[in-house]
């Protein structure tokens, strides 16, 4: 789990420094462009296509948006569950494991909630669709 959890950040660590690196001040370096040139030439890549995706787009969104309403209304009755648990002396407030748990699934739904991890995304594909577009 530990492993995953390392792999998962560092991948995401990657990406953002990926985005940041990309482009200097919105202008392609020259190392850029020479890598842009040779994924054109080996990839048919058509920025054109997703936007006849919005429909599937928008059916996406909302069902992110009923998982993650989902999600947190279950994240607070397990929160709730443990509180009773440990009123009557079943649990313990002391369980690091159940707490860095729920702070690991809380931040992810946030962020899912908020779109944080929505708007790198976004980002991230924007710098990608202006360097295949040549900067349009």
Not at 56 to 83: C, D, E, P, Q, S
Not at 95 to 100: A, Q
Request: hydrophobic content about 55%; aromatic content about 14%; charged content about 20%.
């Amino acid at each position: 789990m530990k492993r995953l959890v390392k792999n998962f950040i560092t991948a995401i660590a990657g990406l953002f420094v990926l985005t940041l690196t990309a482009c200097k001040d919105g202008v392609p370096t020259s190392t850029d462009d020479m890598y842009m040139k040779q994924i054109k030439e080996s990839y048919g890549f058509k920025p054109g296509i997703l936007d006849s995706m919005d429909w599937f787009l928008l059916i996406g969104g909302t069902a992110v948006t009923v998982v993650t309403v989902a999600a947190f209304i279950f994240w607070l009755f397990k929160l709730l569950l443990r509180l009773a648990s440990i009123q009557r002396g079943k649990a313990t407030l002391k369980d690091e494991v159940f707490w860095k748990r729920m702070g690991i699934s809380l931040l992810i739904i946030v962020f899912v909630m908020s779109s944080v991890i929505f708007t790198f995304l976004e980002n991230f594909w924007e710098m990608i669709h202006s360097l295949a577009t040549g900067g349009s």
